[in-house]
């Protein structure tokens, strides 16, 4: 640990910041501060932070503008900050190209494990997502193995569709993180899917009927209503 | 206070009105000739019919129309000569100007009335709210108190404090930021609801599944010692609605089990489907409901001394008023009873059908 990792935190509600910067800082990261989006893009580029955190509702520009721009250039993980019942600011800052994001209220542990899987994606991000899977994914009694295209629960075979298969590897491939109903239909169906959520949720419901032992309160994938799904983080 | 304007759009409903009356007023006096033979009483029933158009339809124009066209068809059908128009007939004039004053005077009165009527509605609207508004500031102060209390005097006397005793204070301050948290989101759910003022919300089809499932999942981080048990059919259910709203339901329908429970220890949540309805219910294993109480349980409108503050936990008397409020604007009825084996349940259902009858 030669180097703290550098968390860029855009907030313009300063009780908010305090809090989150000293969470940080007692967890052994390095915080910067930006009140409001033009600070924030300068900061980006001058200090090339290690993940940025992002709240939607700045007093300059809109949130969603400064993701799209630090995107044009940069892979910086970026962490969404949003306020509740806003599922289409979500959904937005995640197609353009957002990490993931976190609702406010929110705790300092879930603050913390959400930027461990941006960092720990990040880290990753440039040589392994882009090769064939290969190797196997393991979260509690689930394993997903990429090499026989295989998934095992409890080490007993499940036998899934292709397209079953898909979504289970694909959101594995991401544990940890959200993906939007239109990014999984996308990578599953192919790019010019229409954007029909029906189709994704009934594979679900019967991914779920093969893999949870009881789909009404799911221990592997997790629905984010109005956004999408993830898995529950690799060991 | 605002009120909508009125729909100046002639409505088919409207006209299927007059005209039924119309054509059964044409079939009586056609029917009383043939018994009684005597025309005088025409005037008098077609008359009659202008009031009930005018009565009973928007505005003026049915009225207005219905008058005219009736002192013709009495001047064309039921007046010697027959089927011929003669305006020479004394008191023609007089026949014509009565139909139009009823029909105008009768229209006023009603539109009149339906405007009362609509103020009336409106400030029973206003009155709910702002009961609900006076509830919910009263049950805001108790914990922003607290909140305060514990925070200042970490501040003031942070150093005299034992470590234990800061803990302590600052345990509670945190409890009730997140009691608050609780209660914020069912006010904006309320707003959700009333976003329009007529109720009306925005269904899209869910699976009712992942629903559930999203609030145990939150219900279980914010009481991680609640034991809840999830149970839903093998069939996946989809139901059209509020996704937000349905969720903040469910959580408070768990919540409350386990605050008012008293001694709950387990709850169970289910789902079924039945008469192609999405039946959910939350039972608990806990005290139940004070008998006397279960009418009134979901207006709100319990005495907050009695209510509230049961073993020192706040009331839910507006998270179950809102679940109510939630529940009826989908189309659905949320019951309450005790279960024979001791405990409460809640239970509303769903319609699975696409029709958008919650309007």
Known sequence: MGNKCQVLMVEDDMGIANFMSTILLSNNYGVLRAKNGETALMMVSSYCPDVILLDLGLPDIDGLDVVRQVRTWSRIPIIVVSARSNEKDKVAALDLGADDYITKPFGSEELLARIRTALRHAAGSDSAVEMPLTGVFHTGGLTVDYDKRHVYVDGVDVHLTQNEYKIVSLLSRYAGRVLTYDHIIRSVWGPNSSGDNQILRVNMANIRRKIEKNPGDPAYIFTEIGVGYRMAEGE | ?359
């Open chain 2, 1 to 359: 206070m605002h009120l909508p304007k009125k729909k100046t759009k002639l409505s088919v409903r409207d006209a299927g009105i007059s005209f039924g009356i119309f054509l059964f007023t044409c079939i009586l006096c056609a029917l009383l000739r043939f018994v009684g033979g005597h025309a005088n009483y025409a005037s008098m029933l077609f008359i009659l019919s202008v009031f009930m158009t005018a009565r009973f339809t928007e505005g003026y124009v049915w009225g207005i129309a219905a008058s005219l066209i009736d002192v013709l068809t009495v001047n064309y059908l039921f007046t010697y000569p027959y089927f011929h128009f003669n305006f020479t007939l004394a008191g023609y004039p007089i026949t014509m100007i009565c139909m139009l004053a009823v029909s105008l005077a009768t229209s006023a009165l009603t539109s009149r009335a339906k405007l009362v009527e609509r103020i009336r509605i409106e400030a029973e609207h206003e009155k709910t709210r702002s009961n609900l508004l006076r509830a919910v500031s009263h049950d805001l102060r108790t914990p922003l108190t607290s909140i305060l209390g514990a925070t200042s005097a970490v501040i003031e006397h942070g150093e005299t404090l034992s470590q234990q005793e800061r803990v302590e204070l600052l345990e509670g301050a945190q409890e009730d930021a997140c009691w608050l948290i609780r209660m914020v989101e069912n006010l904006l759910a309320v707003t959700r609801v009333d976003a329009d003022g007529g109720g009306q919300i925005v269904k899209t089809p869910e699976a009712a599944e992942e629903i559930i499932a999203e609030a145990v999942a939150k219900f279980k981080k914010q009481f991680p010692d609640a034991n809840v048990q999830v149970r839903v059919p093998d069939e996946l259910l989809i139901v059209p609605m509020d996704s937000v709203l349905i969720g903040q339901v469910l959580m408070n329908l768990m919540e409350n089990a386990v605050v008012h429970g008293e001694k709950t220890t387990h709850i169970l949540l289910s789902l079924t489907k039945r008469n192609n309805r999405a039946f959910f219910e939350v039972e608990d294993d806990g005290v139940g409901i004070d008998p006397e109480k279960l009418p009134h349980i979901f207006d709100g409108t319990l005495p907050q001394d009695n209510f509230s503050h049961i073993n020192g936990k706040r009331s839910m008397g507006i998270g179950l008023s809102v679940c109510n409020t939630i529940v009826r604007a989908h189309g659905g009825v949320l019951e309450a009873k005790n279960r024979p084996e001791g405990g409460a349940s809640f239970s509303f259902s769903l319609s699975i059908t696409e029709d958008q009858n919650g309007q």
